[in-house]
């Protein structure tokens, strides 16, 4: 089976997705003239004045649902992972993808907006990937194959988010435990499936509280920490960042010739963390209430820097100005060891990385904290999973008319990703990312191939916001007017509210 998962994974993880990732960054960097940069202020103001109802929540807790499942393990042990098979350099093209990635994810997430709907048994707001997918294109002759798109998309994505995806984040969770406090990973494991049933059956509304409480307080606290230490090494910080550079474009003689590793962990576990264009950021993005889809386009765009360019960065500076790392030759734990640093014999590659380095600097604490901060990271992106899965679930029960079916599939979702959590806890970690890197991959390709054919939309969007922002309006969005055709919701929307003006 492990030699399976490998041959799977390096066939799903080749060349061309890195390239399709960073092109796609680029491309849309470019037609959207760089509004990752430009539309900053815009970002931060639809943060603050987000608009909720009974449908949907505000721009922020959807924001949150986002964060939740973009910042997890991936953002500690996956960049330790990187650092060990790719360098330091691969730090680098981490912020290389999160950033032509910002606006890759601003035309994923206005599409699921312009094509979102209801749920026709609790009401709430979905949307994501298998819905624009079906629908742009739904009035055309190739309807019936986009339709067909979609629903792969949709199983795709329920695999992922409801079995792969979950136990990558319950391994760091239990790894983290046991090396902190010597829990069996068995306990965490049971603990872990308790809380996650208790959340998941109140709902998107108790995930979505739930996140909005946790996300903010353990992202800010984890961010202070990491700046601490670095400036406590302050006279470490123009090495921490000469070697960031220089490994990541093959320049720095200890670590000559990985440059092909570099780019390949660096955009590899980028994404995994920051989510762009893997078509996970969509369904949160959904369910937000907004007058105009490009309000939350900007919104999710903002996410991707909070996630890789201060969470990421964090745990880099942490894990390089204290030389708490190790980096392998051949991509694997069994290669020779290119760099050995300060790191204690038998830490594997993994969170001991970042614990190591914290305890390093304040001595006896480094490993609950980071324990503490993996435990609440983790448990909140598999929330975020979940919600995800159940979105492309409810892509599939739209078709099913016994409203008591389309229950029973929702509790049979969430047994699922309980058994993943106990499984992916209790597993080894190379399973447990196989599997998570083979979910990403498929996700990434098809969602990234479908936003390039489908990106007009998203562009109209953007440029009627613009427009209507330039004359001092409001925005707010009317997709006949601006020639989008299926985005049904949006047009009862404003059928709807013309009535009411009549009366």
Sequence with gaps: MAGFLDALNSLIWSPALVFLCLGAGVYFTIVTKG?????IPDMIAQLKNGEKSDSGVSSFQSLMISLAGRVGVGNIAGVATAIAFGGPGAVF????????GSATSFV???????????DQDTGEYRGGPAYYIEKAYRHTSVGPFMLVYGVIFAVSMILATSYFLPGIQANGVAAAVENAWGVNVTWSAVILAGVLAFIIIGGVKRIANFTSLIVPFMAAAYIIIAL??????????????????????????????MLGSAIMWGVKRGIYSNEAGQGTGPQSAAAAEVSHPAKQGLVQSFAVYVDTLFVCSATAFIIISTDMYKVFEGESEDGAVRYAGSLPD????????VQ??????FSGVGASFVAIAIAFFAFTTVLAYYYMAETNLTYFNRWIKNAGARRALVWVLRVLIIISVIIGATTTPGSAWALGDIGVGAT?????????????PALKCLKDYSAQKKAGK??????????????????????ARSSSVAE
Aim: contains cysteine; aromatic residues 14%; proline residues 4%.
């Design 35 to 39: 509004l990752q940069i430009r539309c």
């Design 93 to 100: 093209w981490m912020w290389a993808v999160a950033l032509l």
């Design 108 to 118: 994923e997430c206005t599409l699921a907006q312009v094509y979102k709907e209801k």
């Design 228 to 257: 601490t230490i670095l400036f406590m090494n302050f006279g470490d910080i123009p090495h921490v960042f000469g070697l960031i550079f220089k490994s990541a474009f093959d320049m720095e003689a200890g670590f000559a010739g």
């Design 346 to 353: 038998g830490i594997a590659v993994g969170p001991g990385f």
């Design 356 to 361: 190591s380095g914290m305890d390093s600097v």
């Design 444 to 456: 990434a390709w098809l969602n990234i191939i479908a936003i390039l054919f489908l990106q007009v």
């Design 474 to 495: 409001d925005p707010d969005f009317d997709p006949e007017a601006l020639g989008i055709k299926n985005a049904d919701f949006w047009v009862e929307r404003k059928n």
